[in-house]
């Protein structure tokens, strides 16, 4: 008598006894749609971000919120190297790569640097930009 092991299956009824796909599991995803994951997280991120200040600064002066989330709030905007590290950082960052991804697509919305090998050196070269910008930033916050 064999046994089946049915941790390897399908566990909806409609599908039957079929194996499980692993395409996830060996699948890797190609440099351009990792880029372009990042871009639209970027974006979302960004949104957030900005729709968040709106809410505190707005509520804020308003007296809708309890002023002690002010403080706090504002004990986060000073400079020091904590805020930098887990809030100023990923900001600058993501602004840069969105900013920058998004002039890459203007320019294949053009027509250029759409062949293989061009999509790769200039997703390299935004990722770098995009370093080397909030580097920039952050030392020009510093100073």
Not at 33 to 58: D, M, P
Not at 87 to 98: L, T
């Amino acid at each position: 008598m064999r046994i089946i092991n049915l941790s390897n299956f399908s566990r909806y009824p409609i599908f039957g006894l079929r194996p499980t796909s692993p395409h996830l599991t060996i699948y890797r995803f190609p440099f351009p749609a990792v880029l372009s994951v990042l871009h639209r997280g970027t974006g979302i991120f960004l949104y957030f971000f900005i729709l968040g200040i709106f809410f505190v600064e707005s509520s804020s002066s308003l007296d809708i919120i309890d002023y002690n989330i002010y403080i706090i709030y504002n004990s986060l905007i000073q400079l020091n190297y904590v805020t930098l590290l887990l809030f100023v950082i990923p900001v600058f960052y993501s602004f840069n790569y969105h900013l920058l991804n998004g002039i890459r697509h203007y320019i294949w919305n053009t027509g250029k640097l759409l062949s293989i090998s061009s999509v790769y050196r200039t997703g390299y070269l935004i990722l770098f930009l995009s370093l080397i910008l909030t580097i920039a930033e952050v030392i020009y916050l510093l100073i």
